[in-house]
């Protein structure tokens, strides 16, 4: 896959150069006639909606062959060892939408005369050609990298009042785009912490730009209450509409720019891992800016992956899955398998439909399946209706440690959510931080705000393993699923 990498904006003067270099080419072969990328270790990448969503479907099962990538065999393959970043190469950025990459400047329409030549010449005159001498920061940036671009378009700051780069300017600054469901930014958490208490004294400050995948992580009370949860002190900007994101020309969640005392971006890490290699960059810029950092602290290890994973002959990891129709027909179109393949799924897309899950032994692996009567939505997939007895449900046969879930309600009022494992309710054992036990041994999850929850914790890697929810309210809504193969944690 390919990473955008941060570039100064393209200058007329060249554009124009260009414009007259073609010329004088195309009218030389005229007149002679014919013969004369970047390492995302665990990152979420964006991926564009489609423009459109067709009348028609095909049959999900009839989509081409999934690609090698969607099953990992080793966890330096990309994606990433619990392959939470993304089960298939993302498809194109094509769409204006927020998250979509910028559209590329036009290519000038071909020619194929001498006439049409001169007219294309004519209606771009060239001011100037001579290059404008450079300024001292941009011999800099051209020296030591791009200078970093300013919070722009932010709606709400959290912990702090508005900054610039501007007054910053002699602190070491670490931009971290990160979004509050995101459980590869959730796993970096405790290294930020860390990276806070041990170097703002010295003049580190972190500036947490919040960008949202969701809808529901526009809203503030929600990002203020993870960053209470989360226990995030330093200063979180809210960049709801993807301006900062764009100046940044980011792509990734979770994303560290490391800029220097002078407002140079002189480091660059995209998703989870190599903190040991993060936090040496962050001294050697405090150094430079005149800490003393004579205390020689002890550099942080990655997370560990789970020993019973490493040694599974050919161990599978289920890659992050989504429920909503907009990720669904975008990778349909693209090519590739989508996470759901029931066909009355896309039948009732904006609208509610009955679907039919297969019998346990006849779920194809990595694939949600919906049973009962459901609402498909862009985002997310809601239960349709009330319910008494759990005779609606949503299951998946899944490989990984831990699975997390995206869930929110539709009305904002409490729902529980019964989980089941392989026909059984869960135990001490196997339950994720967030499941809660019934007096009968009922395992369930009381769904509460929308975030991310922890379902399932097992004491090592499993393979093919049947995970069951199901809710009488219809207030029940998947989001998404991630799915982990480390030691500890989500």
């Keep these: 896959m390919t990473v955008s990498h941060r570039t100064l904006p393209a200058v007329t003067s060249w554009r124009n150069l260009w414009i007259v270099v073609s010329a004088a080419l195309l009218l030389l072969a005229l007149a002679c006639g014919p013969g004369a990328q970047t390492e995302t270790d665990n990152a979420r990448p964006v991926v564009s909606p489609t423009s459109a969503l067709s009348a028609s479907v095909a049959e999900p099962t009839a989509a081409p062959a999934e690609p090698a990538a969607e099953t990992l065999s080793t966890p330096d393959k990309e994606p990433s060892a619990d392959n939470s970043a993304v089960d298939n190469p993302a498809p194109p950025l094509a769409e204006a939408e927020p998250t979509a990459a910028p559209e590329a400047e036009p290519v000038p329409t071909p020619v194929t005369t001498v006439q049409e030549l001169a007219a294309v010449v004519e209606a771009n005159p060239v001011a100037n050609t001579e290059e404008p001498e450079p300024t001292a ?75 949202p995948e969701f809808e529901f992580e526009k809203d503030y009370t929600n990002v203020l209450q993870a960053t209470r949860d989360y226990g995030i002190a330093w200063p979180v900007a809210q960049d709801n509409d ?9 792509r990734y969640w979770p994303a560290k720019y490391l800029i220097d005392q002078d407002g140079v971006i002189r480091y660059t890490h995209f998703g989870e891992g190599k903190y040991a290699e993060t936090e040496h960059e962050i001294r050697q810029l ?205």
């Design 137 to 211: 920061a941009v011999e800099r940036e051209r020296a030591e990298g791009p200078l970093a671009a300013d919070p722009v378009g932010i709606q709400t700051w959290i912990n702090s009042d508005p900054l610039t780069l501007e007054q910053l300017r002699g602190k070491v600054v670490l931009v971290d785009f990160w979004t509050y469901t995101c459980v590869n930014c959730i796993r970096t958490f405790p290294y930020l912490k860390l990276w806070h208490s041990r170097y703002a004294d010295d003049g580190l400050v972190i500036l947490g730009i919040h960008t």
């Design 242 to 250: 993807f301006e900062t994101w764009e100046a940044y020309e980011n």
């Design 286 to 490: 405090l150094w430079e800016a005149g800490a003393d950092l004579s205390d020689d602290a002890e550099l942080p290890e990655d997370q560990k992956l789970d020993p019973s994973y490493l040694g599974a002959l050919g161990g599978e990891v289920t890659p992050e899955l989504y429920a909503g129709y907009h990720r669904n027909v975008n990778y349909i179109m693209s090519g590739y398998r989508p996470y759901v393949v029931q066909e009355a799924y896309y039948h009732a897309v904006d609208s509610v439909g009955v679907l039919a899950a297969p019998d346990e032994m006849e779920l194809e692996p990595h694939r949600i399946f919906f049973h009962g009567t459901w609402e498909v939505g862009s985002e997310h997939v809601r239960h349709g209706r009330l319910t008494n007895n759990y005779e609606d449900y949503l299951t998946l046969k899944y490989s990984a440690k831990s699975v997390n879930a995206v869930l929110t309600s539709n009305s904002g009022e409490p729902y529980q959510v019964r989980i089941t494992l392989d026909g059984e309710y869960l135990t001490e054992e196997n339950a994720g931080a967030d499941i809660r036990f019934g007096e009968d041994g009922e395992t369930y999850l009381l769904v509460e705000q929308p975030r991310l929850y922890e379902i399932i914790d097992s004491p090592g890697y499993t393979q093919g393993q049947v995970l069951r929810m199901s809710s009488n309210s219809n207030n029940f809504g998947l989001f998404a699923f991630t799915f982990g193969v480390y030691e500890a944690g989500p």
